[in-house]
């Protein structure tokens, strides 16, 4: 690990607390990268809401301290990050609020980052600086176990915050990811959220479909459904293995974006079957070789 | 290779002549089982539609013989496998049937099946056995290169032969795919048909769409698809890079399951849609839980 991911030498630690609320796969591997590094925090506290992962992140020794009040967990800290599902923001969120020390910086790894502008940025009193974020990297896993220090590297982490932000508290989030390995993009939440509603949240929503498809088939093909899952199969399956309340918040908070790239993504398959229908064999075909494009543009880009 | 794929010791070759018309993926892998294992067959004729796969399949030196005109090629051959897009059936099996030897087995390993029996049946002289069969392996890659000798080892191979099919003529079959480290199973062609529509060819018709969805989005975006293209999406692109030709062929080829298990889909998909417009948390979790329900379905079989 120590070869992965360098001390950067001479630097200061960025933060002295670093607060986690949430340690799940991404927290734990925020943890993970801090504790490895050493140039992150000087101490990092972790809440999570059940005892059980509490004790669990107690064993795995990768925060100095754990807490199970969130309120106590951010007293102190100069740096907060939401690391729970979205939905659970608006609640924690009031609960924190004014034990948040002056000048705090308040982030987050979510995946829909509109809905936290809405949750999150109503309750931050003056001085307290918001700095959405949203490390876009992530397994089928969950809980601390499923974290590891190399999850951010090489892929992107998107900061919205909004205009007016202090400069100062963006670049030490910025900072923060750089330090993560990851590369760094600023978006407005309105487009952050439309463009994780086609990479991301479009696809769990199809592969969840599918597999509750096949589950409603009848008890005979069911089982040949599990028995001969292809390869094709297999992929969505996998994707649909990631986390239901995690999902569900996320399907909730980015509503409106979903619903669109879910209708555009509806008419092009009703299309294409329209097309199956009626032998159209050179439609078909230019929709295939379009599929095809998308993939060579993540290869050329080292995506794939 | 050796190690994995160990010749059955005093085993006589199940053929003398095997010929294979196409030489792409699961053509090619063939061709790398039965020169590996040595008691498939005596000798490979290798027939390919171009002159530069002809040209690629001597360099790679996997088949004994190549030849240009299939008619020749299946002459004096005891087994000839389809390993062609399944839009090709009718032509070259009318091309070939006349030069058929009496008592040779005739096989293939496209994903429809109903259609191999409606297009190479009538086409079958008294004494030619028609066994029909589906390797349920296979990558995102095509052509001679893209085989490997091992594709087919612990995955399922389906048989659809008719009624009343020589049961001499099925086992030697199911004996080359026992060969290739393929577990054998026996289907009608219509439950096949459908059991792969919802497995595969449903999957691959949905991973199209989606790509080329994102296709369509306006210039902007789509850059930013293509940056910022997140774990879900990537598997979706991954699926669409399969080869245009043959997944024309397979939607034309099994038209009514296709479409069957595209309408219960979108129906699926409709209702999550309106389940996350009208914020019914619930219904969204239950159908995220029974996603990882077949996952882990999937998982205790070892398909995962």
Request: proline content about 6%.
């Amino acid at each position: 690990m120590a070869a992965d991911l360098p001390r950067a030498s001479n630097e200061a630690p960025l933060f002295d607390r670093l607060c986690l609320l949430g340690v799940g796969l991404i927290g734990s591997s925020i943890a993970r990268v801090a504790q490895a590094r050493g140039d992150i925090a000087r101490s990092i506290v972790a809440h999570a809401k059940t005892p059980a992962t509490l004790e669990r992140v107690r064993e795995l020794g990768i925060a100095d301290e754990v807490e199970a009040d969130p309120a106590k967990a951010v007293q102190g800290a100069d740096a907060v990050i939401f690391c729970i599902p979205v939905g659970a923001y608006a609640e924690v969120g009031a609960a924190v609020a004014p034990y948040l020390k002056p000048g705090a910086i308040v982030s987050d790894v979510g995946s829909t980052k509109g809905s936290v502008v809405r949750d999150l940025g109503p309750l931050m009193s003056k001085g307290v600086h918001l700095v959405p974020a949203h490390p876009m990297a992530g397994t089928e896993f969950s809980g601390p176990d499923a974290g590891f220090a190399e999850l951010f590297q090489g892929r992107y982490c998107i900061l919205t915050p909004l205009p007016g932000t202090d400069p100062a508290a963006v670049e030490k989030i910025a900072e923060l990811w750089r330090r993560c390995g990851s590369m760094l993009e600023m978006l407005d939440p309105a487009t952050h959220d439309k463009i994780v509603a086609i990479v991301s949240h479009l696809p769990h929503l199809i592969a969840f479909t599918i597999c509750s498809t096949a589950d409603d088939l009848a008890e005979e093909t069911k089982e040949a459904v599990l028995k001969f899952a292809a390869s094709g199969f297999r992929d969505f399956t996998r994707i649909a293995a990631s986390d239901p309340t995690m999902w569900r918040d996320i399907f909730l908070n980015n509503r409106e974006a979903l619903l669109e790239m879910l209708a555009r993504f509806t008419e092009d398959a009703h299309a294409l079957g329209r097309a199956v229908r009626w032998g159209q064999a050179d439609y078909i075909e230019d929709r295939i070789q379009r599929g095809r494009k998308i993939r060579r543009g993540l290869i050329e880009r080292k995506q794939a």
